[in-house]
């Protein structure tokens, strides 16, 4: 009996050391995780900065940033993003389509939550035309 409790407390110990290991990692947390454009004109491309910061111990590093349509283009914070510090996600949608979007982009990172989902939607609309 004495055997089977010290194997238990062992396991449990080891549980929560691991556990505790994975506390240290870097982590995201962003001011927004999705962006409403409203309505935007035909034939104008729109950008958005998704801004986040490192809430985690180690590093935050990005190893992919991936639009899931070719109309979406990003550009991101490729050093290391240290505890405390901010990094940026800049997104730009092409509004050629006269429709409503709603597009994703999925970002991989060494984080404790290694995928992580940002949004941008809205209506482009026909563009009015020049006043004289």
Known sequence: MKKLMMICAMVVGFAINAS????NKAEFKFTEEKHDFGKVPQGKPVTT???YTNVGEEPLILTEVKPTCGCTIADYTKTPVKKGEKG???ITYNAAV???FN???VVTSNA?????YLV???EVVKA?????
Not at 128 to 132: L, Q, V
């Open 88 to 90: 940026s996600i800049k």
């Open 49 to 51: 900065d998704f801004v």
């Open 128 to 132: 009015s035309a020049p006043t004289k």
């Open 112 to 116: 404790k939550t290694p995928t992580k």
């Open 103 to 105: 597009k994703t982009i």
């Open 20 to 23: 505790a290991q994975t506390d």
């Open 98 to 100: 006269e429709a409503p």
């Open 120 to 122: 941008i939607v809205g």
